[in-house]
């Protein structure tokens, strides 16, 4: 009586405990499957993910090569770089900035591209490698906003 019940006992708690380990198993499964990498698509230009701030590197490169011909007083192509909204939102070809696309108006005429929107920007000459690069990662990076304190 005593032994029957012991070995029952016995049995279920194996049991148990097996259930238990291929839990725990099957779950580290799916997680690690659920954090593989995605696959990139092959024309996806590589870039370093070293975040960027709009407040501090892109704003004061927009306030003096841009805004002297986009702002309320000389808004060329109805185009305004006075804030983050504007320069999201403004343009007789607006949007001339989408989150993480290369081919952003702005991007294209920076790289001193000729498309419709207009000439390549600023007109007087080009943006440094370095200036061209700050902007760009911001975009791809996905065009934050001014992080708010
Ligand atoms: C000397 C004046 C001047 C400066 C400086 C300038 N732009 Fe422009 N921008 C223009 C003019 C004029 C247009 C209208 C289209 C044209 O003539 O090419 C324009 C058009 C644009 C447009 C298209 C707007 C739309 O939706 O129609 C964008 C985007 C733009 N500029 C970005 C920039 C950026 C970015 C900078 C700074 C790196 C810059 N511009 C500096 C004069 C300027």
Redesign the pocket.
């Known amino acids: 009586m005593f032994n029957g019940a012991l070995l029952r006992y016995r049995m279920v708690y194996r049991v148990g405990v097996w259930v238990l380990l291929c839990g725990f198993a099957f779950g580290l499964i799916s997680c690690g499957a659920a954090s593989a990498p995605t696959a990139t698509p092959p024309t996806a230009t590589p870039l370093p993910d070293t975040a960027v701030d709009y407040t501090t590197q892109v704003a004061p490169?927009?306030r003096r090569?841009?805004q002297?011909?986009?702002n309320p007083a000389h808004a060329?192509?109805?185009?305004l770089?006075t804030s983050y909204e504007e320069v999201m939102q403004?343009?007789?070809?607006?949007p001339?900035v989408i989150a993480g696309d290369m081919n952003s108006?702005?991007l294209r005429?920076?790289r001193y591209e000729a498309i419709e929107?207009?000439?390549p920007?600023?007109?007087?000459g080009p943006?440094t490698p370095e200036q061209i690069d700050i902007i760009t990662r911001w975009v791809m990076a996905g065009a934050h906003p001014p992080q708010t304190p």
Do not use: R, S
């Not at 060329?76 to 185009?79: I, P």
């Not at 403004?90 to 607006?94: L, P, S």
């Open positions: 490169i927009l090569h841009c002297p011909c986009h060329a192509g109805d185009f770089v403004t343009g007789m070809y607006a001339n108006n702005l005429m920076i929107a207009g000439n920007m600023p007109p007087d943006l």
